[in-house]
């Protein structure tokens, strides 16, 4: 996934696919940025098969990573499974509606049901938003580097070949610094959008677990 997406991530940059000279650093950069925008989300957004386990109440059950491409499982308990048919499934939203059951969303209710969610998530790429983010974090941090301003720089604007001007007032006097000052700007305007108004249902201790790609 992360070749197909440096590629990406090129275009959007203005780089040429043929001009691989600094495909090593971008590549890396990109990895930096998925693991600051994890940090700041708690998701991963990179396709592959994931594990879920939390306590909720019984009706609604919001996953960590989506959209959701596939539900593998679904364990109740210890060993008690939930049939397909008994559960719908909303891919885009990325949570599990179980019609049969109420929802209680209680403190004293959320210890009345464990659940274990197997599922594939993800698209091929991440989102647009955070593709684009992704490149102006890049962008920024190239542009430090390409500045020779690695410990700090005092310059608020620099001109950078093939990228263009950068300013870094607002985004940090480092190439670490610009890129997590970009992701956490951008992250503040679309995060609120994409995740909708909750993520929860009284369902405290979620854990997710990156299980691997998906095997075809």
């Known amino acids: 996934m992360l070749t197909e997406w440096v590629k990406y991530l090129k275009t959007l940059l203005g780089i040429p696919e043929a001009d691989t000279s600094q495909d090593e650093i ?7 940025c998925l693991g600051q925008i994890f ?25 960590t990573e989506f959209p ?21 499934v909303d891919k885009l939203q990325g949570r ?4 049969s059951l109420e929802c209680r969303c209680l403190p004293h209710a959320c210890a009345d049901a464990s659940y274990t969610v197997e599922y594939e998530a993800n698209g091929a790429l991440p989102p647009i938003w955070v593709s684009m983010a992704t490149a102006d974090a890049i962008r920024a ?13 005092n310059a608020k604007k620099v001109a950078v070949t093939d990228v263009g001007s950068v300013e870094f007032s607002t985004v940090g006097d480092s190439p670490t610094a610009s890129l997590a000052g970009t992701l956490a700007a951008a992250i503040d305007t679309w995060v609120p ?5 909750t993520r929860s249902c009284c369902s405290p201790g979620q854990i997710s677990e990156y299980l691997g790609e998906i095997v075809p």
């Open 26 to 32: 971008i590549t890396a950069l990109a990895e930096m």
């Open 39 to 63: 940090a700041l989300t708690g998701r991963t957004f990179v396709q592959g098969t994931y594990r879920d386990s939390f306590i909720t109440p019984a009706r609604l059950v919001y996953l």
């Open 68 to 88: 959701i491409l596939r539900v593998i499982s679904v364990e109740r308990g210890q060993g008690s499974y939930f049939e397909p048919t008994e559960y719908s």
């Open 96 to 99: 599990l509606v179980f019609d």
């Open 141 to 153: 941090a190239l542009a430090q580097m390409e500045a020779g301003n690695t410990y700090g720089f």
């Open 193 to 197: 959008v994409d995740f909708g108004a």
